[in-house]
């Protein structure tokens, strides 16, 4: 005769992991409901672009209709937004590029050596608002003949991005150990020989992380193209603009240009995620 063996009862739930649980459910909840805030306009512009005008603008279609390509081709063929593509990325590159080689050096030189003056000068130049220049940038450009080229786009980007870049760099250079750079002097190394051979390659996160922002800034900026480019230079969010007139706006057409300037920043955002997220949390441990 065998005995019959009563499995034990599993224990209650403390009121400390029932908590916890409630906790991490809640939270979760929250995230999704945030991420499907933001998610719902992307989600709705990339529908719109494969609709119709009409299907656009009726709200029975939602997401359940047959795709077009016609809205992509009407705006490919036409060249206008080709053209502002191109542009864009000469301005966003050039600028970005020219404002790293200016911005890093100097934010080394104000986070090593302590220049806290400089930095918050830094800062002052950040918080100025850019609108507040055009009217004498316009009229300093006009006079030097520069207005409609991408020479004017690069240097008022450039206001932005230097300090963007040395105010993202100064505390990733200040969290650098310090012995590091003066090991490599007791080599032989000049002070800059060392910024060049030592801090630069540890700060490549950092670096990767203020270009990236400072593209993206290039990239999505309205209102200097709109005031010195014309039509020759005219960047991909004034190429937007056209597209709403008084009398109507071309929705699907919207939608597809919006879609095409949209995903290399998305792209971009996605493939250099590790190196934003160690450049923005670089040296907030310092100390």
Do not use: C
Not at 36 to 48: G, K
Not at 154 to 180: D, K, Q, R, T, Y
Not at 194 to 211: E, H, K, N
Request: aromatic share 12%.
């Amino acid at each position: 005769m065998s005995a019959t063996v009563t499995p034990a009862a599993r224990p209650p739930l403390t009121p400390a992991p029932r908590r916890r649980r409630t906790w991490s459910w809640l939270r979760g909840t929250a995230i999704a409901l945030v991420t499907l805030v933001f998610a719902l306009p992307l989600v709705w512009m990339f529908a719109a672009a494969f609709k119709t005008n009409v299907q656009v603008t009726d709200p029975s279609v939602g997401l359940w209709f047959t795709p077009t390509l016609d809205n992509f081709r009407s705006i490919v063929e036409a060249g206008q937004i080709v053209r502002s593509l191109g542009n864009s990325l000469l301005v966003g590159v050039v600028s970005t590029v020219l404002s790293a080689v200016i911005a890093v050096p100097a934010a080394w030189a104000v986070g090593r050596f302590g220049m806290h003056r400089t930095g918050s000068l830094v800062l002052v130049a950040r918080i100025v608002p850019a609108i507040s220049l055009l009217v004498p940038w316009y009229y300093l450009f006009a006079q030097m003949g520069l207005v409609g080229s991408y020479t004017v786009l690069v240097l008022s980007h450039m206001f932005v991005s230097v300090p963007l870049i040395m105010w993202v760099m100064i505390s990733f250079f200040a969290g650098l150990p310090v012995e590091l750079e003066e090991a490599a002097r007791t080599d032989g190394l000049s002070a800059f020989g060392a910024f060049w051979r030592i801090s630069l390659p540890l700060a490549a996160p950092g670096t990767a992380t203020a270009s990236l922002l400072a593209f993206v800034f290039s990239w999505n900026n309205f209102m200097f193209a709109l005031v010195f480019a014309d039509d020759r230079t005219q960047t991909v969010p004034v190429t937007l603009f056209n597209f709403i007139s008084y009398a109507s706006t071309d929705w699907g057409g919207l939608m597809a240009a919006a879609t095409l300037i949209t995903v290399p920043v998305v792209f971009a955002a996605v493939v250099g995620q590790k190196y934003l997220v160690a450049g923005l949390t670089a040296g907030a441990t310092k100390g």
